[in-house]
């Protein structure tokens, strides 16, 4: 299909969303990422039967404790979709960049930076 | 087990307000079960107040450890070494854990970061019910099996009161009747002997810290 997407975005596969932990997804907020998002299987669809839906929980775990923090917790989303619609995923990623761009970088980026100077 | 929440994290921030550098005990037993203060906990809760602090130009470094019970000494000595590095410790256990970290380590100040909440029931991941007070004077043997001090709301050693409403407690229609539960239990029991007989008010030894030694032991010295 050659598909273009944002080349800003860094893929990290697992094997179903339900591997994703809280603590991956806050942890790449905490090391300066300026957003994070989960593509999981259509919902109803997953392979492991509730994967993605945990997934879902997570991430809207997620998005509170940021808030509390004091950062958007918006930076973090989860999107669904199935595995044949390519084109979906490079719209999903261009939305999702778009959508951080809106919000600026995270303010926690030059903490992040600092630590990979020293 | 023991069921704790943990508390806001606005408290929490609070309570490290003027501390550069905490040490986060997390406890591997009830309180990681019931997914409140476990290793994984931890690790969320130091990220957080980590991130919090950067923004407030304020950074705090945030150790973490997680040790197998805070209510058994033995347990707690591989912390010796490390608090001397730190100015305050922040215990994700329950109120006894919290007390024992603070009693071996008096000099520190020593921080709770949950609510210890009930003594509880599992119901599925994430779901926990209160089902015991312990009050230390137990009569489920005469109730069926379902404990009237933590279920009825009045918590009545013998019941039921003028409230029971149809199955339900006056206090709310969706709140069942203890007593009622218990009736039911034990008609269908044929034990129904059992309602009839009087236990005496709680002598409220809740009122005291209570102190229980096995048979076979003795208190020792203090280690």
Redesign the interface.
């Known amino acids: 299909m050659r598909l273009d997407y944002p080349s800003n975005i860094k893929i990290i596969r697992v094997p179903c969303t339900g591997k994703v932990?809280?603590?991956h997804l806050?942890?790449a907020?905490?090391k300066g990422a300026d957003g994070v998002y989960c593509v999981g299987c259509m919902e109803g669809a997953c392979h492991y039967n509730a994967g993605n839906l945990r997934a879902r929980e997570r991430v809207m775990h997620v998005q509170k404790?940021l808030e509390?923090?004091?950062?958007e917790g918006d930076r973090v989303r989860m999107y669904n979709l199935s595995s044949g619609e390519g084109p979906t995923f490079a719209a999903y990623a261009k939305e999702m960049t778009e959508h951080i761009k809106k919000l600026g970088p995270n303010?926690?980026k030059k903490?992040a930076r600092a630590k990979n100077k020293e | 087990m023991i069921v704790a929440k943990r508390k806001p994290?606005?408290e929490i921030k609070n309570l490290l307000k003027g501390y550069r550098k905490v040490l986060n005990v997390g406890c591997g037993t009830c309180v990681a079960v019931c997914l409140v203060g476990g290793e994984?906990e931890v690790?969320?809760l130091n990220?957080?107040l980590?991130?919090?602090r950067?923004?407030e130009e304020n950074?705090v470094e945030m150790g973490a450890i997680t040790v197998e019970r805070q209510c058994d000494m033995e347990y707690l000595e591989i912390l010796d070494s490390m608090v001397d590095e730190y100015e305050a410790l922040l215990s994700m256990a329950c109120g006894a854990g919290i007390q024992f970290l603070a009693e071996r380590y008096p000099a520190k100040p020593v921080l709770p970061a949950v609510d210890t909440t009930f003594l509880g029931v599992n119901q599925t991941v994430g779901w926990y019910e209160e089902r015991c007070r312990s009050c230390s004077s137990c009569v489920l043997g005469l109730t069926g099996g379902i404990c009237p001090v933590t279920m009825c709301a009045k918590g009545l050693y013998n019941g039921p009161c003028g409230g029971t409403n149809k199955g339900s407690c006056e206090i709310d229609k969706n709140q069942p009747c203890a007593w009622y539960q218990i009736y039911e239990r034990l008609k269908a029991q044929n034990r129904l002997d059992c309602i009839l007989e009087i236990t005496p008010p709680s002598e409220w030894q809740n009122q005291i810290p209570r102190t229980v030694i096995q048979p076979g032991y003795k208190k020792q010295e203090k280690k």
């Open positions: 932990d809280v603590m806050l942890g907020i905490q404790l509390e923090v004091g950062i303010p926690l903490w | 994290f606005e994984k690790a969320v990220a957080e980590d991130m919090a950067k923004l950074p």
